[in-house]
Nanobody
Framework: QVQLVESGGGLVQAGGSLRLSCAASGRTFSSRAMGWFRQAPGKEREFVTA????????DYSGSVKGRFTISRDNAKNTVYLQMNSLKPEDTAVYYC?????????????????WGQGTPVTVSS
C-alpha cells in the first residue's frame, strides 16, 4: 500500500509560481513512476505531467510544457511539481499519483494510488 500526501497548493496571482510536493509512504517509491493530474471545476480530471522511476523520462501535457517541471527525490520519497508563469486556467485541484510500474504514463487508468489533492487558484 502506498499513501500519497500533496502539499504546496494555494492562491497565487497570474504570472506567479508555486511548487507542489507529494510525499509517499512505503519503501517502493523509488521503483514507481509518478504523475500529476488536475481537475478544474466542472471538468474531467486531466493529465499534467509524469516522471519515470529514474527521473530520466518525463512527459508533459501541451498546456503546461515549458512552464511546469516535474522532479523527484527518491531519497526523500517525494515528487515535486514546479509551476511557473501560472495562468487562471491552471486553477484546479492537483492530484499526485503513483504507478506500480517504473515507466511513466499519461493515462489516468495506469495509476494505482492517488493522493487527496491540493487546490491551486490562480487569480487574474
Amino acid at each position: 500500500q502506498v499513501q500519497l500526501v500533496e502539499s504546496g497548493g494555494g492562491l497565487v496571482q497570474a504570472g506567479g509560481s508555486l511548487r507542489l510536493s507529494c510525499a509517499a509512504s512505503g519503501r517502493t517509491f523509488s521503483s514507481r513512476a509518478m504523475g500529476w493530474f488536475r481537475q478544474a471545476p466542472g471538468k474531467e480530471r486531466e493529465f499534467v505531467t509524469a516522471i519515470s522511476w529514474t527521473g530520466r523520462s518525463t512527459d508533459y501535457s501541451g498546456s503546461v510544457k515549458g512552464r511546469f517541471t516535474i522532479s523527484r527525490d527518491n531519497a526523500k520519497n517525494t515528487v515535486y511539481l514546479q509551476m511557473n508563469s501560472l495562468k487562471p486556467e491552471d486553477t484546479a485541484v492537483y492530484y499526485c499519483a503513483a504507478r506500480s510500474r517504473g515507466s511513466s504514463s499519461v493515462y489516468e487508468a495506469d495509476y494505482d494510488y492517488w493522493g487527496q489533492g491540493t487546490p491551486v487558484t490562480v487569480s487574474s
